[in-house]
Structure formats: C-alpha cells, structure tokens
C-alpha cells in the first residue's frame, strides 16, 4: 500500500502563506488522482483541491478556488498544495489522500478509499 506523509503546515498570519507537500512511496505515484482534504475541530472533513494522475486537470471547492493551487510532480512522486490569502477559516489538519477511482468519480466523494496521510496542521491568526 501506498503511504503519504505530509509537511509544511504551521502557524502563518492572515494573508500570509504556506506550501503543503505529500510524498508518496512506491513506484505507481502516477496511477492515482490525488487530493488534499481538511478537517477543522467540531467539523466535517472538506474536500479542499485534487488533481488528475497526468496533472492536466484540477478541481477546488469554491472557499479554495483563486487562493489555492494544487500541483504534482509524478517523477518526485509529490503532491503540493500552495495557500495564499490564507483566512482564519482556513485553519485545520489538512489531509492528502489517493484515490484509484476515476477522475469524475474522485471528485463526487470525500470518502477516498485509497491512502491517506497523517495530517499536518496549519493555523492561520487573525
């Protein structure tokens, strides 16, 4: 099985940024959509960006989109997330997960069944 691990979260003020990364084991990095999640205290997970395995295609939830950018780097087997304009409302454990399914598929779940990361969190004050 695949594992990711996550990096980059931390502490960051209103309007500042940071870059998550998630590296993948194995050699089949290429073979999954991948996707970053996120989870506040008290609240549902929320799906927040994914990208298709060639990275030609990406999707992000409306609270994401035009701040967040979604990239991979399948010869380093990593995906990244880069945040700017980052809101208090942002704060959360952020996830990445994988997913074999199709890319029209991945995208109608937040229940991935492939691997996911432990976590990193990232705290935005205000």
């Known amino acids: 099985q695949v594992q990711l691990v996550e990096s980059g979260g931390g502490l960051v003020q209103a309007g500042g940024s940071l870059r998550l990364s998630c590296a993948a084991s194995?050699?089949?990095?290429?073979?999954?959509?991948m996707g970053w999640f996120r989870q506040a205290p008290g609240k549902e997970r929320e799906f927040v960006a994914a990208?298709?395995?060639?990275?030609?295609?990406?999707y992000y939830t409306d609270s994401t989109k035009g701040r967040f950018t979604i990239s991979r780097d399948n010869t380093k087997g990593t995906v990244y997330l880069q945040m700017n304009s980052l809101k208090p409302e942002d704060t959360a454990v952020y996830y990445c997960?994988?997913?074999?399914?199709?890319?029209?598929?991945?995208?109608?779940?937040?229940?991935?069944?492939?691997?996911w990361g432990q976590g990193t969190q990232v705290t935005v004050s205000s």
């Open positions: 997960a994988l997913t074999a399914g199709s890319w029209t598929a991945s995208l109608a779940t937040k229940t991935w069944d492939g691997s």
């Open positions: 194995g050699r089949t990095f290429s073979s999954y959509v």
């Open positions: 990208i298709s395995r060639t990275g030609v295609s990406t």
